[in-house]
């Protein structure tokens, strides 16, 4: 049983950063090979792709985004953050984090609440 967990969300001003954290715990053969990724979903709207991490390091970004949120993880602490800056009250969201394994099912956390205002 694999179980993710956000933090960090809250309220900030517009112009501002947030940095979220997404801790991987229970029974996994190896964190390293997992595909990590923060994604996010607005009231009524659907989940979207904010960014992506991949076993070799690589990243992939929403274009809107690219520039100011930057993913990384830490394999030994099996952590993955998202550093947010510049913030706009579009990026209001809850910020879900993903772990997605070579083949099998994807595991998501139960997300965090980031609320950008102006």
């Known amino acids: 049983q694999v179980q993710l967990a956000e933090s960090g969300g809250g309220l900030v001003q517009a112009g501002g950063s947030l940095r979220l954290s997404c801790v991987v715990s229970g029974t996994i053969f190896s964190f390293r090979i997992n595909t990590m990724g923060w994604y996010r979903q607005a009231p009524g709207k659907q989940r979207e792709l904010v960014a992506v991490i991949n076993r070799d390091g690589s990243t992939n970004y929403a274009d809107s985004l690219k520039g100011r949120f930057t993913i990384s993880r830490d394999n030994a602490k099996r952590t993955v953050s998202l550093q947010m800056n510049s913030l706009k009250p579009e990026d209001t969201a809850v910020y879900f984090c993903?772990?997605?394994?070579?083949?099998?099912?994807?595991?998501w956390g139960q997300g965090t609440q980031v609320t950008v205002s102006s």
């Open positions: 993903q772990l997605k394994p070579p083949s099998g099912r994807d595991v």
